[in-house]
């Protein structure tokens, strides 16, 4: 895994080597190996490398045989062997980074069907005067623009465009109603004006006169390309695509190791992992303390009859207090999940032991884990009452549960919402679209999303909804970044392509099966796991941040949130932020998440415009003038 930045410039005048080894040394953490350049007049790239495959060769950016095309590329092509005995092409490393420039070169776009695995990369025709920005399918892996009249500058984090600015960053104040919505913004847009997102499976085509055009590459099956299947016939071919997706997911020229919660997901990744390597695996597990949000015993357990080599450690309310700024300064935006900051933390303690890291990440959204997907049918059907009846009715229903009715209080929160996109959206929502339009005027911006196909199957229709938004804006953002931080590769196996696509052509029926979510893809970890684990509920991946607020964070969420200068407090108006931190100090009502969102919200406007911005490691920097640690630099000109 690398980062990558350039600068394509539409006036044909030279690209700035020191502003494109500023933007590069911006993502020190994400290459320590090794730091390239390469420039061609109005076009010049910027790589840094965390040697994966390849480790002495394969050096980026990287020029096709012919010297027409140069690439710089984030991510790994896991079939590329297979690939690379398919293409006729000149080859002069034994990387997958070539591998995918020949088949760019040979194929063209089309050829982008071909690769499996994870990838964010840039390509420049010299003959063409085209500059190709790429995505993989799902969105693993980020890729950030910005467009002026003059130029496009694009790169693996934001935090690497910022330079590049005419002028001081500013908050996209249309997409602030986004975030309250959903804890991220939906590509395109992101909360800083002007700077995109590329959406997942799509191409971005730039002239060299500044036109831009996007080709969507890959969508998940349609229903008429459902499998008819019984249940156990589907249950063989999600063993036999998932065994090949963790065999594919471990291909490394260094060691690859595997988180591990003691949840089904993780679990049934390590235990695939185990059968297919002769070494012992290494796992790794966070804990919170003694509670029932602690899953390090089971872990252990898990551990114990894998004979995985186990590593661990404990977070508590001081850890994330000392992060927090340095976690949203690699996230270049919110912490959106508590768990973030636990999982850079387990990515620091992982980097001791390995360079890449597999993850149960996208089972929920593939087969149905979370409550919310039993609850499909009434949540689409549930429209027949009108939005203006059940809004009010819902709102003052949920607003008089007890605090421990949390779940009761999502689930009428969710469903006293207008319509089916919002009704869908609204389980994993902090603040409804009633709630949003009485704070700030507006209830969310929809243009350029990616939205479900238009279906019959409800469940199928919420799925959906996830894969395209909830997964890549939101947890795939959080593991990419907080495990870069640390200089180490995650990969999630659930979602190699094979799989969604597979999970996509099965009836919804055996992924809600007799109220149970996730059925087939329990059936399948039952051949390697015991039934414990299997049948275990799910607990997720939680932090007991209400405790905290109740407590040793208490302090500092109302100083924060409601004092002198709060970006927040100032959007929203203090009186109601005072209301819900009231609410939640009281006991009466459980705002643990509204609050961490709004929380969030402000340490992000803190570290991006307040100049406070702590660098690599966590040493205090500003974005401004900052080029981060420098390796082994080079660059050349064509």
Known sequence: MCGIAGIFRFDSEPVDPALLAEMTGLLAHRGPDDERFWAAGPVGF??????????????????????????????????????????????????DTEVALARFVTRGVDGLSDL?????????????????????????????YHLDGGRLVFASEIKAILPALSGPPRVDHASVADYLAARS??????????????????????????????????????????????????VDLVDETLRRAVERATVADTPVGAYLSGGLDSSLVAALMTRQTAEPVHTFSVGFGSGPFDELPIARSVSARLGTRHHELEVGP???????HTATWHRDAPVSEPADVAVHMLAR????????????EGADEL???????????????????????????????????????????????????????????????????????????????EHGRLLPATDSDPLRG????????????????????????????????MLDHELVELAFRLPSAVKVRDGRGKWVLKEVARRYLPDEIVDRPKVGFRVPIGEWFRGGLSELARDMLTGGGSFVGDLLGRPAVRRMLDMHESGRRNEEIRIWT??????????????????NGGNSRSWVGGTGARGNAQFWRA
């Open 318 to 324: 001081n850890d994330f207090s000392d992060l927090w």
């Open 349 to 360: 303690l992982a980097r001791e032991q390995v360079r890449v890291v597999l993850s149960g």
């Open 46 to 95: 910027g790589h840094r490398r965390l040697s994966i495959i390849d480790l002495s060769g394969s050096a980026q950016p990287m020029a096709s045989a012919d010297g027409r095309h140069h690439i710089c590329f984030n991510g790994e092509i896991l079939n590329y062997r297979r690939l690379r005995e398919q293409t006729s092409y000149p080859f002069h490393t034994n990387g």
């Open 462 to 493: 919420m799925l959906e909804a996830d894969l395209l938004g909830w997964l890549p804006d939101n947890l795939l953002e959080r593991g990419d970044r907080m495990t870069m931080a640390a200089s180490v590769e995650m990969r999630p196996p």
């Open 185 to 234: 913004v939906p590509a395109p847009r992101t909360l800083f004006e002007g700077i995109r997102k590329l959406l997942p499976g799509h191409v971005l085509v730039v002239t060299g006169d500044g036109r831009i055009s996007t080709r969507r590459y890959w969508r998940p099956p349609t229903p008429a390309d459902m499998l008819t299947v019984g249940p156990e016939e589907a």
């Open 598 to 615: 709004l929380l969030c919200l402000e340490v992000w406007h803190e570290v991006f415009f307040r100049q406070a911005t702590p660098g």
């Open 367 to 445: 087969f149905g884990g979370y409550p919310k997907y039993r609850l499909a049918a009434l949540t689409s059907r549930i429209g027949a009452i009108p939005a203006w009846m059940r809004g009010p009715v819902f709102d003052r229903a949920q607003q008089a549960l007890p605090a421990g009715a949390h779940r009761l209080r999502i689930a009428l929160r969710a469903l006293g919402e207008p319509d089916e996109r919002a009704r869908r959206e609204g389980w994993f929502a902090p603040f409804t679209e009633r709630e949003r339009m009485r704070l700030l005027g507006r209830p969310r911006f």
């Open 116 to 144: 499996a695995g994870q990838f964010a990369f840039a390509v420049h025709d010299a003959e063409r005067n085209q500059l190709y920005l790429v995505r993989d399918r799902i969105g693993i892996l980020p890729l950030y």
